[in-house]
């Protein structure tokens, strides 16, 4: 009989301590910090009715601000793109350039919840754009025009991060413009317009327009 009292007050003491152990906080997964700096290919679609250019090619930079915790990665950045060529309709040279810089925040989530950094990232982004194209003729009988946009766009965003060590990774990924909106300013600087006709105000709305795709690098800060 004592021999039983014994065994009963040895399995208690035991639950007691499993249950204690198992109430014990789980010690809380570290937050950390990343720089990346990428550049890449970009794709905005057509800025001038009159123009076969669609603007695309391999001259984006990006700087952003990302914070790892718990499977999920969330940051700011700041991008720019830009590009430049020649039209030429009815013999006359016409120069072309376009600049868009945006800011964007982001959150993505790691489809394995590796809380390393490494992995694919799936989730969306929205931000602020600016976008400016202008049309240089190089004749003097066909006046400049310039088309520039201000608006809010949002979209998917896909990253795959490969954690080389520590405090170093690549990344590779891609953002969809999938919905935009804002204003857009178009100017034709002919001097034999009234000032007020020259620009042209609109609202405007478009729909998967703009595609970035970028490769680079990251810095645990």
């Not at 006046?143 to 060590?165: C, D, H, M, R």
């Not at 990344?171 to 001097?191: C, V």
């Amino acid at each position: 009989m004592k021999n039983k009292f014994i065994l009963i007050a040895l399995l208690l003491t035991m639950t007691f301590i499993a249950q204690a152990q198992s109430r014990k906080k789980k010690p809380k997964q570290k937050v950390s910090y990343a720089l990346g700096i990428s550049g890449g290919y970009f794709s905005h679609g057509e800025l001038f009715e009159n123009s076969d250019n669609i603007f695309k090619g391999f001259k984006t930079f990006q700087i952003d601000i990302q914070k790892y915790h718990k499977g999920k990665k969330s940051g700011i950045g700041i991008g720019l793109a830009t590009r430049k060529s020649e039209f030429n309709p009815f013999g006359t040279i016409i120069d072309e350039s376009r600049n868009a810089l945006f800011l964007n925040f982001n959150h993505l989530y790691n489809l394995k919840k590796n809380s390393s950094g490494s992995g694919i990232y799936l989730g969306g982004f929205a931000g602020i754009l600016f976008d400016n194209g202008e049309q240089l003729p190089q004749s003097n009988f066909v006046f400049p025009i310039s088309t520039t946009f201000l608006s809010f766009w949002t979209g998917p965003k896909a990253e795959y991060v490969y954690q080389i060590n520590p405090k170093l990774s690549l990344l590779t990924g891609g953002q969809l413009g999938l919905l935009e909106f804002g204003r857009r300013t178009i100017k034709r600087d002919d001097p034999q317009l009234p000032e007020s006709l020259q620009s042209k105000h609109e609202t405007y709305f478009s729909f998967a327009q703009r595609f970035n795709f970028n490769l680079g690098i990251n810095f645990k800060i």
